[in-house]
């Protein structure tokens, strides 16, 4: 049923018909879902703006979500954007000859951002804090014009663990790229679907699937990022012990207040002998009732 055309949508025609690959795409999907609902992301009748860099991570995002909302398990309306921001090479009808060709309801919309940044950011210093600012702020004015509720971004699991180190080797914060948050002005969701989908299978998805990949470093800013020392980093580790990008990620998901040093988390100075953490008569987390 997978691969038959009239039962898949567009984006899925051509697919490798391999067992490797059909495994991939159902642990894709699988871990799509999952994010989706352990995160309460769907709001029934809403409307997407997923955003599509070119890139295989948003390659990725856009043919799950699509799949899901073509069976049905995604009772949302999907609007695939792409905001070109002028950078130098940006191959500007790539996406939307593709999209077009996938019948993917879709907003192309130029904003040069590119020269304000270049403005900006003295030479020599990585322009992607800014770059990411004022795309955050353009993807969020297209949502409120396309009618959206949410803004969809493709990051994977490995960003999400990545971002985790920078905050602590750099930040001195235990933090990182949360599921789902409202925007400021608290009427937007932002969702990562792809939060528990490693970077690996990404790839190796968009790869099989021969996307035009558009490479993520046109502007020449990418090299000698801290992430990227990071990313060098969770690699060596892995490659010492397979698996442990996932028990670290996991271990995101499984945090302990009362075993951590923030008074802000947990009331320590109200933690008296005879109870414990779990005690529901002692309130742990200033605020509580």
């Given at each position: 049923m997978?691969?038959?055309?009239d039962?898949?949508?567009?984006?899925?025609?051509?697919?490798?018909?391999?067992?490797?690959?059909?495994?991939?795409?159902?642990?894709?999907?699988?871990?799509?879902?999952?994010a989706i609902?352990?995160?309460?992301?769907?709001?029934?009748?809403?409307?997407?703006?997923?955003?599509?860099?070119?890139?295989?991570?948003?390659?990725?995002?856009?043919?799950a979500?699509?799949?899901?909302?073509?069976?049905?398990?995604?009772?949302?309306?999907?609007?695939a954007?792409?905001?070109d921001?002028?950078?130098?090479?940006?191959?500007a009808?790539v996406l939307?000859?593709?999209l077009?060709?996938?019948?993917?309801?879709?907003?192309?919309?130029?904003?040069?951002?590119?020269?304000?940044?270049?403005?900006?950011?003295?030479?020599?210093r990585?322009?992607?804090?800014?770059?990411s600012?004022?795309?955050?702020?353009?993807?969020?004015?297209?949502?409120?014009?396309?009618?959206?509720?949410a803004?969809?971004?493709?990051?994977?699991?490995?960003?999400?663990?990545?971002?985790?180190?920078?905050?602590?080797?750099?930040?001195s914060?235990l933090?990182?790229?949360?599921?789902?948050?409202?925007?400021?002005?608290?009427?937007?969701?932002?969702?990562?679907?792809?939060?528990?989908?490693?970077?690996?299978?990404?790839?190796?998805?968009?790869?099989?699937?021969?996307?035009?990949?558009?490479p993520?470093?046109?502007?020449?800013?990418?090299?000698?990022?801290?992430?990227?020392?990071?990313?060098?980093?969770l690699?060596?580790?892995?490659?010492?012990?397979?698996?442990?990008?996932?028990?670290?990620?996991?271990?995101?998901?499984?945090?302990?207040?009362?075993?951590?040093?923030?008074?802000?988390l947990?009331?320590?100075?109200?933690?008296?002998?005879?109870?414990?953490?779990?005690?529901?008569?002692?309130?742990?987390l200033r605020?509580?009732?």
């Amino acid at each position: 049923m997978l691969d038959q055309s009239d039962d898949i949508h567009p984006l899925f025609h051509g697919a490798p018909s391999t067992t490797e690959f059909k495994k991939l795409r159902k642990r894709i999907i699988r871990d799509t879902r999952a994010a989706i609902d352990d995160f309460a992301m769907v709001e029934r009748g809403a409307k997407w703006l997923v955003c599509l860099s070119g890139g295989k991570d948003s390659y990725t995002l856009l043919a799950a979500l699509t799949e899901l909302q073509w069976r049905g398990l995604l009772p949302v309306e999907i609007v695939a954007c792409n905001l070109d921001q002028g950078q130098p090479n940006f191959p500007a009808t790539v996406l939307p000859e593709f999209l077009e060709r996938m019948k993917v309801p879709h907003r192309i919309e130029y904003q040069d951002t590119y020269s304000i940044v270049v403005d900006k950011v003295p030479a020599g210093r990585t322009m992607c804090a800014l770059c990411s600012r004022l795309r955050r702020g353009n993807l969020y004015r297209i949502a409120r014009e396309e009618g959206c509720t949410a803004v969809v971004l493709g990051h994977h699991r490995d960003d999400i663990l990545e971002t985790f180190f920078l905050n602590l080797f750099h930040g001195s914060r235990l933090a990182t790229m949360p599921p789902k948050l409202v925007n400021e002005e608290g009427d937007l969701f932002l969702y990562r679907p792809l939060a528990y989908v490693a970077e690996q299978d990404c790839e190796k998805f968009a790869t099989a699937m021969n996307y035009p990949i558009i490479p993520c470093d046109l502007c020449g800013s990418q090299d000698g990022l801290q992430r990227q020392n990071i990313k060098q980093l969770l690699n060596g580790w892995e490659a010492q012990a397979p698996g442990r990008r996932q028990k670290m990620f996991r271990a995101l998901m499984n945090a302990r207040p009362s075993h951590l040093l923030d008074p802000k988390l947990f009331d320590f100075q109200g933690l008296t002998a005879g109870t414990t953490e779990f005690d529901e008569n002692v309130p742990h987390l200033r605020g509580e009732d």
